[in-house]
Every structure is written in C-alpha cells, then in structure tokens.
C-alpha cells in the first residue's frame, strides 16, 4: 500500500479483555516499529522487528504485551488482561532495512489505532 | 534525567517570526537527531534528520546540532499558520538506525 496501514483505527475494551492491533507497513519495509503515545507525551518505543525476528522488544512493558510478524510483513500487537493504564494511541511505524547505507533512518508511520480500556 | 528533553512549551509566535524550538539529550553516544511533526488527532511525520555537528538547512528549517553541548534544536524561519503544530525531538541512542528516543514534544502555535 502506499502508506502504513494500521487498524482498528478505535477499539474500546474493558479491563481484563485481550485485544489485537494490526499493522500493515509500506510495500518493501523490512523494519516494523510498535509506539506508544499517551497523550501529552511523545511515542515511546516498544518492539522493533527486523523481518520476521523481534531485533529489540526492550521497550515491552510487561508479558502482557507480545508482538508477531509472522511473515516479514504485516505485525499485530497483542495484550493480554488489559488494564486501564494500556488506554494509549498505539502508533506502528516502518523504515527501509537500518542497516542500508542510504536508509536515513526516517520512520514512516501509520495513523494509529486508539486503545481505550473502560 | 530523561533521555530527551524538550521545553514543556507551549510556544505562541507571530506570523512571520522565527520559531526556536530546543531539545537536549542524555546519551553523549547518541548518533542521529530527528525532528518530527505531529498534528492534532495526526501520526508524526519527519520534518529534518542531522548526524553532524553544525546547521542544516531544508527550506524555511533549518536544525542544529551541538554534540559537545548534547543540544539539537529546529529554526522555523517565516512562521505560518500551517506550522502549528507539535514538534517531537527524537533521538537514536543506537546509532543502529533501529530506536528512536522521543521527547515529549513541544506544541508551537502561529498567530495569524
């Protein structure tokens, strides 16, 4: 696709539900970030994924939360006995390989998928 | 410490002027800056990416970057409207290319 895709762009839950976030990245991205923006703060990193492997899932956290990319491409989050402290947007990014001497190291990111846990 | 640090802001400047937003970070290693824009309700975009020492310019922004200093800031020259926005400093403590460090964020508003 031409941008990052990211659904459900709202997912209301309840506490102790578990839920899953989709990401979908540009065409020919190998890298895969997962954020966390809560509001009035900037995105905090939590998972980056270099093709299929999670290359740095220091930013997880807890075991509540795991991420896949099965594949290479699209990525889904998944969090386990939500809490109301997981209401945050969840922001997917993705960027050319990090290690290709052209990447700028730019992200592009997706519009997000809002996550509120009542 | 944080790691990255914006003032808390918010910024209000005239049409016209010049916007000065600054950010200061903790990791003396870290190798590149990014400074990106985030509009209301929007995802965060990039606006100017600097591994060196010294300004670069892109149109009416130009970044700066002091290492000694651990110091990077973003110019808006000819402030617009359309510039309201909030600006995320962000940092890779990498230099992998594969983590970005953000700040908080700084919320800039142009008056017409």
């Known amino acids: 696709g031409a941008g990052v895709s990211q659904t459900p762009s709202n997912k209301v839950t309840e506490k102790g539900k578990y839920v899953e976030l989709r990401c979908d990245p540009i065409s020919g991205h190998t890298a895969l970030y997962w954020y966390r923006q809560s509001l009035g703060q900037g995105p905090e990193f939590l998972i980056y994924f270099q093709g299929t492997g999670a290359a740095d899932d220091s930013g997880l956290p807890n075991d509540r939360f795991f991420a896949v990319r099965p594949e290479g491409s699209v990525s889904t989050l998944k969090i386990q006995r939500t809490e109301r402290g997981d209401s945050a947007v969840y922001l997917c990014a993705s960027s050319h390989n990090p290690s290709d001497y052209s990447n700028t190291g730019e992200l592009f990111f997706g519009e997000g998928s809002r996550l509120t846990v009542l | 410490q944080k790691e990255v640090e914006q003032n808390s802001g918010p910024l209000s400047v005239p049409e016209g002027a010049i916007a000065s937003l600054n950010c200061t970070y903790s990791?003396?290693?870290?190798?590149?800056f990014f400074w990106y824009r985030q509009y209301s309700g929007k995802s965060p975009e990039l606006i100017m990416f600097i591994y060196s020492n010294g300004d670069k310019e892109d149109g009416r922004f130009t970044a700066q970057l002091n290492k000694a200093s651990q110091y990077v800031s973003l110019l808006i020259r000819d402030s617009q409207p359309s510039d309201s926005a909030t600006y995320l400093c962000?940092?890779?403590?990498?230099?992998?290319?594969?983590?970005?460090?953000f700040g908080k964020g700084i919320t800039l508003s142009v008056r017409p």
């Open positions: 962000a940092v890779d403590i990498t230099g992998a290319n594969s983590k970005l460090t």
């Open positions: 990791d003396r290693g870290s190798q590149s």
